[in-house]
């Protein structure tokens, strides 16, 4: 079965910085992007970024390059989301998201999704 | 930048068929996916590469995909397909997502 797990939530100061994980299992990690994706309350899907586990090759979304950064511990099938100098306005819940099989599923669908991580920025 | 747009609500009687739409400029040159995302819970992927269903996702839902409009069809809407719907295209390097469109069946 593929798994892919979040910490259930997360809260920070303004100016602070956090780095969620997704523990990812029942697949090969490397042969698959893991993508993440910020919903704010009430609003719809952002593309953050993705990482192709292979070679770390990432890309990010216009409105969170030079924000974020996304990377991965193939040892540990692990994906990683930094978020740095915290807003109030970044309090969302962020979702890590498998790749499909990009011989099998073509146009980057993504058929695995974390359960997400809630993330409340408050002083 | 590329963009997709969706009308931010359909709604539909039990039984009928939903369509739901995601507009772009030459979409149909472009692989479109469609995910359901209920509340409280992340999204699921319904329909992708346009046409194609991943398994455990009911018949009822369909997709197409051509000139500038890319269609998820439900037939038969039921009360549990009450959902917000997501099209989603990969544009070069970047991931788009339409911004999405609830479903209420009523």
């Known amino acids: 079965e593929v798994l892919l797990v979040q910490p259930g939530a997360d809260m920070r100061e303004p100016g602070e910085s956090l780095t969620i994980s997704c523990q990812t299992s029942?697949?090969?990690?490397?042969?698959?992007?893991i993508t993440w994706v910020r919903q704010k309350a009430g609003r719809g899907l952002e593309w953050m970024g993705r990482i192709d586990p292979t070679d770390s090759y990432t890309t990010y979304g216009p409105s969170f390059q030079g924000h974020v950064t996304i990377s991965t511990d193939r040892s540990t099938a692990t994906a990683y989301l930094h978020l740095r100098s915290l807003k109030s306005s970044d309090t969302a819940i962020y979702y890590c998201a498998r790749r499909g099989d990009p011989e099998a599923m073509r146009g980057a669908p993504f058929d695995h999704w974390g359960q997400g991580t809630r993330v409340t920025v408050s002083s | 930048s590329y963009e997709v747009t969706q009308a931010p609500s359909v709604t539909v009687s039990p039984g009928q068929t939903a369509s739901i739409t995601c507009s772009g400029e030459q979409l149909g040159e472009k692989y479109v996916s469609w995910y359901q995302q209920k509340p409280g819970q992340p999204p699921v992927l319904v329909i992708y590469q346009d046409t194609e269903r991943p398994s455990g996702i009911p018949e009822r839902f369909s997709g197409s995909n051509s000139g500038n409009t890319a269609t998820l069809t439900l037939r038969g809407a039921q009360t549990t397909d009450e959902a917000d719907y997501y099209c989603q295209v990969w544009e070069t390097t970047t991931i788009i997502f339409g911004g999405g469109t609830k479903l209420t069946v009523l």
């Open positions: 029942g697949y090969t990690f490397s042969d698959h992007w």
